[in-house]
Nanobody
Framework: QVQLVESGGGLVQAGGSLRLSCAAS????????MGWFRQAPGKEREFVAA????????YYADSVKGRFTVSRDNAKNTVYLQMNSLTPEDTAVYYC????????????????????WGQGTQVTVSS
């Protein structure tokens, strides 16, 4: 049974930082690309960042480029999202997701391509 469990969300002031973690189990983690998506109240889910299954490629939405960093630790079956310079517009539920052996932006930025999803973690940025 595949599980993706996000953690690290919370309440932070604008300009602050958070690091989200997503611990994976039940799958060959090193063979899966990992993505982060978010959904704000009343809005559609949107792509945030992704890292290829080899770790050699990372992609970011324009809205987070330069502020967020995605990384992975295959020894810990965990993917991270370091979020800096947070703004209220970053407030959302953040989800991690896994897709088998993907590496292109078109694949990793499309939520429909992913095989597994976590339950999400709430990030709230106060002004």
């Amino acid at each position: 049974q595949v599980q993706l469990v996000e953690s690290g969300g919370g309440l932070v002031q604008a300009g602050g930082s958070l690091r989200l973690s997503c611990a994976a189990s039940g799958l060959a983690f090193s063979s899966y690309a990992m993505g982060w998506f978010r959904q704000a109240p009343g809005k559609e889910r949107e792509f945030v960042a992704a890292i290829s299954w080899t770790g050699g490629n990372t992609y970011y939405a324009d809205s987070v480029k330069g502020r967020f960093t995605v990384s992975r630790d295959n020894a810990k079956n965990t993917v991270y999202l370091q979020m800096n310079s947070l703004t209220p517009e970053d407030t959302a539920v953040y989800y991690c997701a896994a897709v088998y052996r993907a590496w292109t932006y078109s694949s990793l930025s499309a939520g429909g391509e992913y095989d597994y999803w976590g339950q999400g973690t709430q990030v709230t940025v106060s002004s």
